[in-house]
């Protein structure tokens, strides 16, 4: 049976539709938002809008005098963008390109530019930069030109800062892409004294496809002298800024050459890297000129050692190599503070080679440097005192150098090699405080007794003034002096005591023109029979210990000499040697001004000779070849008496002036010390 409820579907009645719920929800939830809410969505729509037809018809070019004036306002001087400027934001990567850019010369540095950019282009990574990080994607830099300067007076052109501020380390932020095509790099310093020319070059095409690096390379003049450099670096392309940034150096400036390879922990961040190296030259004192820190004259040179730099501090570690024939090793800290130079640091020998110190003083005659290494500088200068029979060098110093600069060096030598002079070992701190350099402590340790005491050089004045303060203490005389073919002449101990102060440019000017006290003490000792009656003169007593070759000593109860030091000229304020046999007296100068000495000895015998000849024993002539001699013209009247004699008495008569009676008396040896110590010579008894 069919259902009965089952109907046809009549074409004549009405279709129901369904409602549009989809529709009516979109509509309730519209009507249903807040009134602000949806003014606000039509007002972004509307910005929207505006961008679009903003971005559409904008000109890039109306920037530029804003950013000209930016850039200016930023650099200290004139900025201009005399090209198109354009750029391209709709990326994640956006860019911008400037064409014709130049940079003005400061005020100070006069007319011209600094630098000029035909077309410069820079895009950065927008998600880094939405992360808090500046990150240049490109950096692309078309055939550069960059004019620095620097003048006398220190002012650098590259300085961007406040005028009076030195220039922080170059911080670039980090950059994947660095292309510099065909660059050019003019450094004019007059600091320095140096000219240089280079081309700057970082792409591909700079050594072929795929193995582009970056390269600085030029030559000029630094100080007179013909300069080189060579910067390379890893690729530019590419970088990981989280990656340490590879580089090498090769720079030489006449005969100093410099060669260094090391890293930059974060790419073109130069305020902090590391490296290796080697530097060699004829001189210390032409580091000056590539670092700018004064450094002594010195013997030729070749050290190594690492540097390690974080901001304005440069470590110099495990320093180590030669100096002329000496050994050297140690660290240095070079830095600035409040705007000054400064270096720090501990230096050590373990040999010393005593000559390679004479260049620090200006050098000294070929004499005294016999199996030094001498740069040509000090050959120079070693002929010309040895060709002029001086031993004071006039090598003038450089005081403006000396004021630039401060420093703190503490220095040991182990052992040192002085030939015949019984140094063993020496130690010293040397200080440079604001033109004002000191030697304090000083210490010379010698196999008996030491050299103690300060030196001071005071450049703070028009003219430097040079100041000693030595003192000799418990050494021995006859290691001091040359032993000869029948042993030393004279023994026992030595004290000694040198207080000078003279203004000059060089030691020789100094010397010259010194004051103070030089005061020498034996307070016992030994002296062979011969020296002694020499100094008597006894004639036949003499010469029969010369012809028997008799080495006897006869005793030295003191010896004393005292100097009194006036523009330049030492004068014997006391002059005395007491023996068993005979007691001599003297006086005289030592001019250090013309280099001469003029002393004598008045020998007295202290008991009876035969034949005895009154005639002063002598030491003059030059300092560098000083010589003995016995002064016969004092003799004359003597000589004469006996003539007289001879022709009015009798022959025998002739030799009665000749005959010493034995007058002399022992010196108070204890207030003769006394006195020398009153006068800076201090001896225990």
Known sequence: ?????????????PI??????????VARTWRDIPAPLRWLGAILTLLLIAVAIFVSVFQWNWLRGPLDDYLSARMHRQVVIHGNLSASIWSWTPSATAADISISQPKWAGAGRMATLPRLTIALDLKALLGGRLVLTQVDAEHPSVDLRRDAAGRENWNFGPPGQPPPPLRLPPIRNFTIDAGRLVLNDAERNLRFSGQISSNESAVGA?????????????????????VGGGPLINVDPDKPYPFTTDLRSGATHVVASGTIPHPFDLAS????????GEDLVHLYDLTGYTFPNSPPYELAGGLTRHGERFDITALHGRVGSSDVSGRLVAQKIDGRRDLTGELTSRRLKLADLTAVIGGAPRGALKGAVLSPTEQAEAAKLTAEHRVLPDARLDIGRVRQMDADIRFRADTVDAGPLPIRRMALRARLDHGLLTLDPLTVSLTQGALAGSVRLDARGATPVSSINLALDNAQVQELLPAGKGGPPLLGALVARARLTGAGSSVRAAAGAASGVVAVAIPQGQMRKLLAEMMGVDVTRSLFLYLSKDQKPTPVRCAVAEFKAQGGVLTAQRLLIDTGDVLAQGGGTVNLRDETLNLRLNGAPKHFRLIRLAAPITLTGRLDAPKFGIDLSKAAPQAAEAVALGVFASPAAAILPFIGLGTAKDANCGALLAEAAADGAPVGH
Request: charged content about 20%; proline content about 8%.
């Open 1 to 13: 049976m069919a259902d009965s409820r089952a109907r046809p579907i009549s074409a004549d009645l």
């Open 273 to 280: 890297f590391q490296a290796s190296g080697h530097v060699s």
């Open 16 to 25: 129901q539709r369904a409602p549009a719920p989809r529709r009516a929800a």
């Open 210 to 230: 795929g193995r582009g690096r970056f390269a600085l390379s030029g030559q000029g003049t630094l100080n007179g002298a013909p300069f080189v450099a060579e």
